[in-house]
């Protein structure tokens, strides 16, 4: 960072934990800004950095799956996607702004984890595309996002007991109508598709 970005840095005055359990961190802030004065109450929040898989089968079509997301109340198309465990490599059994950041071993661990548990699906092609803030305004969680080419359907699903989606496989065209018709509602899932597109075609 440049000696020039100092002079729009926050400062951390103050920091209450409002919630911190194994799901999230929730955190309310006082910032003193670059003039001097302060801002608050802030609110950000950690949890689970995740990976994100751009699947496709040997035909060419798209892993994806349907699921509900409580956020907006609603059933949506999506690529599969899971947290990365933190509970191994910490020495608390909450969550921390520190331990939720994964190593790129970790994220990929994850990714083929959650291809197969979530789909059934392997792949022996994986690409990583990017890992990114997921939400760099609010959060210090990463999505860390890959491509799995030539997936082989090998096994049925394994799903957490609050997991319960079906898989679709979608040709693209398939899948660009269900972007543009507002079906695939996760942001960073369509960027998913256009780097897919960018480094993978």
Sequence with gaps: MSTKDDCLRWKLKDEQHVI??????????????PNSEEIGPVYNFSKHSFSLIVATDENGKFICVRQYRH???????????GGIEYKEKSDVPYITKENIIATEDDAFAAAKRELIEETGYTSDEWT??????????ISNSNVHIYAAANCKHVASQELDDSEFLDV??????????????GDFKQALHVLAYYLYKERCN
């Design 71 to 81: 956020g907006i109340d609603e059933i949506c198309t999506e690529f599969p996607a």
């Design 20 to 33: 911190q359990d194994e799901w999230i961190d929730f955190r309310k802030n006082i910032y003193e800004l």
């Design 168 to 181: 679709l496989l979608l040709d693209e065209k398939e899948l660009m109508r269900r972007i543009n018709g």
């Design 128 to 137: 990583h595309l990017l890992t990114l803030p997921s939400n760099a305004t």
